[in-house]
């Protein structure tokens, strides 16, 4: 079945820019996706990419992806208390309809 | 922005008992999910949900669970004999239209901590 991993935790400095890191297997992903939650929150859509697309940026959010190594990245400019939070990685694929593939979420710290 | 709720936020029980977890889904979307994350796991699709029936669930939504949207307004999940292992944050989301449309967001309720002792 699909997987998609990611690393559990994640440390940055205020101002600096966080990189978070997915990997998946199912190389028919059709949409990957990055959720944000908050503590006590729901999962909140960040930003998605379509799969024939390398990069995709919004404000201080950059997406890219590496089709052949089925890597998907999330960066953050400008890092701020705000952000902190953990983050998803998600995948839709034509094989698996309506279902969503999560990865475990990577915590983020951002220290002050 | 319009939001799907869940409650209870929490929600403890004994094993063996039957539990059942609430969910308001945005008014005006048509495709309902339960997903599950236990601590320190995945997060797991148990079901999805359109037109009053099933239309996918996983290994997990085994004959303790069913779904049911009673109302116009409620849709909830219920666990006729919970075990230890279903002990999770249970979170229900909903979309507009089906998966395709991408720009469609998965709105997410902010969970129901399910613990069973």
């Known amino acids: 079945g699909e997987d998609v991993e990611q690393s559990l935790f994640l440390s940055v400095r205020e101002g600096d820019s966080s990189v978070i890191n997915c990997t998946y297997t199912?190389?028919?992903?059709?949409?990957l996706y990055w959720y944000k939650q908050e503590p006590g929150a729901g999962l909140q859509l960040l930003t998605y990419?379509?799969?024939?697309?390398d990069m995709k940026q919004d404000q201080r959010l950059t997406v890219l992806l590496n089709k052949k190594d089925k890597h998907l990245s999330l960066r953050i400019a400008d890092t701020q208390t705000g952000d902190s939070a953990i983050y998803f990685c998600?995948?839709?694929?034509?094989?698996?309809?309506?279902?969503?593939?999560f990865g475990t979420g990577t915590s983020l710290t951002v220290i002050p | 922005e319009p939001e799907v709720t869940q409650t209870p936020s929490h929600q403890v029980t004994q094993m063996g008992q039957e539990v059942i977890l609430r969910c308001v889904p945005i008014?005006?979307?048509?495709?309902f999910y339960w997903y599950r994350q236990i601590l320190g796991q995945k997060v797991e699709f148990l079901v999805s949900?359109?037109?009053?029936?099933?239309?996918?669930k996983s290994e997990i939504f085994d004959d303790q669970f069913s779904v049911e949207r009673p109302d116009g307004s409620n849709f909830t999940l219920k666990i006729r004999s919970t075990k230890l292992e279903d002990s999770a944050m249970y979170f229900c989301?909903?979309?507009?239209?089906?998966?395709?449309?991408?720009?469609?967001?998965?709105?997410f309720g902010s969970g129901t901590q399910l613990s069973v002792l």
């Open positions: 989301a909903s979309r507009k239209k089906s998966w395709y449309a991408a720009n469609e967001k998965l709105f």
């Open positions: 199912d190389s028919s992903s059709t949409y």
């Open positions: 990419i379509f799969s024939n697309m």
């Open positions: 998600a995948e839709s694929t034509p094989n698996t309809g309506n279902q969503f593939y």
């Open positions: 008014s005006n979307h048509l495709y």
């Open positions: 949900f359109y037109n009053n029936e099933i239309s996918e």
